[in-house]
């Protein structure tokens, strides 16, 4: 990535010694041409923004999922499907049957398992 950054960055230095050169050259086109390109750079520059903070969240979020040591997700089958809850079951509860709420964070896949 550092590489890109560099290399946008020498463009962007490039265009702007051009636009110092352009100051001694009369040719309106030459002059538009250059604008649009410094344009064009800019554009590239603030995609390319995006594009690494993009990246910097989906490698937090593979990180999170390859290092979760929770249940496996009988929907996703990461390990990042927890017990949320745990409580009396509304009909077995006096019978000592609990209602238990797991949830997986990687894919929001929830279900409500009675147990004893
Ligand atoms: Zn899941």
């Keep these: ?19 110092d050169i352009s100051k001694n050259i009369e040719n309106a086109e030459f002059k538009n041409i250059l604008a649009d390109l410094s344009l064009e750079l800019s554009e590239v520059k603030l995609k390319l923004a995006d594009l690494l903070s ?15 040591t929770g249940t496996l997700c009988p929907s996703c ?3 990042t499907y927890k017990l949320i809850s745990s409580e ?6 006096d019978l000592g049957a609990n ?7 990687s894919c929001n896949f929830s279900e409500t398992v009675m147990s004893q």
């Design 54 to 68: 993009e990246n910097a969240e989906l490698k937090e979020k593979i990180h999170t999922i390859t290092s979760a």
């Design 77 to 79: 089958n990461n390990r």
């Design 88 to 93: 009396p079951d509304p009909v077995f509860g």
């Design 99 to 105: 209602s238990r709420l797991y949830k997986c964070s």
């Design 1 to 19: 990535m550092t590489d890109i950054i560099s290399t946008v960055s020498t463009a962007v230095t490039l265009a702007l010694r051009l636009k």
